[in-house]
């Protein structure tokens, strides 16, 4: 009955912060899509012709969309309960000061984004970017010109992305240590950030499709050979060889134990992945745009055997830019990933794992509910548009997606959003009442600063 009820508290809830923020959450997810169709479609059209160009405008149109769900979620900052009714004293080694102050939009995106490209890349996401490319070149020129469009997995432009990820990655980690060297003023430092989170996001493409040509090399090179023939014959044999018994729901032991093969990794494998791992990394990004980012390594080990290590990472990469030798720039450059993308997140997980078993349960039911209901909304627009010929279908498309995500979109924003204010007062004790008002906290007075970049 607790469950139950906190699964329909954390709905309302949801609702009321979607509600209440959703034209700043509406003019954020509008802007953001119609940068990522125009990068698509400019990628597509500029074609194979002026290669990099075309990869480009595709990356930039990947960053816009990613940058906006940044701003979406940090819109509904000055929505959340607990910064204002933390308890006075006691939050400072638990809670960041961040997530007490007032950031600027531009300092959150450039600190943010990068955990945000981290997932992507991680999870597959640039896949699904990867595949409307195809789809906008397949619209645009058709099957008959494949040579022509602005991206391919043929085994002729391996060379062209594998020169474009270390390209991008060095220019990238080049501009990080400048950027920590020169100590340049906030515009310019913010422009260096720019460039950067554009080389790594440059990097994470190229590097994607650099792996998709070499794993095609590699599974006909896999299928040609004899042990992959004969493992293949070998597990048929021995699925053939167990007994005939014929189970309870018509079916016999042999298909019974082939078809458990097959949904563990076709269907229960993704399904982890998607609807349960992903959920719970998307609330961990939010963490980090509502400030839950600046910790350093030891704080993400603290407790375990990795503790130690992490201390003595913190104090190498501390010294760059101070009195740094070679030595620690390259351990600062080696690490710069792990550091300012990964670890945000996984600290950021921890407050979910520390929230409560019975917090991540109503959380996960919630976002696999409104998954769901995306999908069915999906399926009944479908069916009051009814058959059309493909060429409207495709120029209907878009608009799906952009009615589509002006509802669901914004909702996963709130969800998310509602699910942090709930970890935090968990984490921090804080009696949860949304609604009420009050003034704000000495804590809050104290930490409304802006960071520096």
Known sequence: MRTLTALLTLTRDTATLWWRTYPRLLTWFALGFGVHHLGQHASALVGSRYQLVATMLFVVGVLGWLACLVMMIHAVKPALWTPRHLRPGGVSDVVPQPLFADERGIDVLTLALGPFLAVYSVWGLVEEEVSALFFANLSREGLAEPDSWSISFALDRLGYYVTLTAGAWLLGKLV?????????????????????????????????????????????????????????????????????????????????????????????????????????????????????????????????????????????????????????????????????????????LRLVWRAGPRFVGVYLVAATALWAAELLASELLLRVIGPQPDDVFFAMDPLLELLLGAVFVTGSIALYATAFDRAVAAVTDTPWRPGRTSTASPAQRVSRTRPAL
């Open 176 to 348: 990080t240590v400048l950027r920590v060297r020169l100590r340049a003023r906030d515009g310019v430092a913010l422009g260096m950030r720019v460039v950067s989170i554009a080389a790594d996001g440059t990097a994470v493409f190229g590097l994607f499709v650099a792996l998709g040509i070499g794993a095609g090399q590699l599974r006909e090179w896999w299928q040609g050979r004899m042990i992959s023939v004969w493992l293949g014959q070998t597990w048929r044999g021995l699925v053939d060889r167990l007994p005939s018994w014929h189970l309870w729901f018509d079916a016999t032991l042999p298909e019974v134990v082939r078809d458990a093969v097959t949904w563990f990794w076709a269907t229960l494998l993704p399904a982890i992945s998607d609807r349960l791992l992903l959920p719970l990394m998307w609330l961990a990004l939010a963490a980090t745009v509502f400030g839950w980012r600046e910790f350093r390594g030891r704080d993400v080990v603290a407790g375990t055997r990795l503790e130690t290590a992490g201390a003595r990472l913190d104090h190498v990469t501390g010294r760059v830019g101070v009195d740094a030798g070679a030595v620690p720039t390259l351990v600062a450059l080696a690490t710069d990933d792990l550091r300012t993308k990964y670890l945000p997140v996984a600290n950021a």
